[in-house]
């Protein structure tokens, strides 16, 4: 489905995230460990008070009932939502692009190193 905003993106994909969260819980479960709930963290306020409040809003009535999942997973409290800022949003570095000092921030929240390639395997033959 083609989103008519950069919220119903965002909302799209929080319910799509949603349904995974939902099977983690179960699993959990399943294996003798349950889980209160699964944090889930969003960086758009419009998407997540339209998640929370289940009164259609003007801007997002023509999204699709399925898209409507993370509503019931937040009632049944297998999920609940956190605002993140964009600037602390490491997800961002997969989806944006980024100047150089928030992509080194980012990367070096998700642990990752960079090694540069030594000159005998740059050399030219």
Known sequence: MIAMSSTAAEYMALSDCAKDCAWYKTL?????????????YGDSRGAIFNAQNPVTQKGIKHIEIRHHYIREQIELGTIKLFYVPTNENTADMFTKNLGPSIFLQHRSGLGLEFYPLSSSVISDK
Not at 28 to 40: A, H, Q, V
């Open 28 to 40: 959990f479960y399943e294996l003798g460990k349950p889980i209160d709930y699964i944090p889930l």
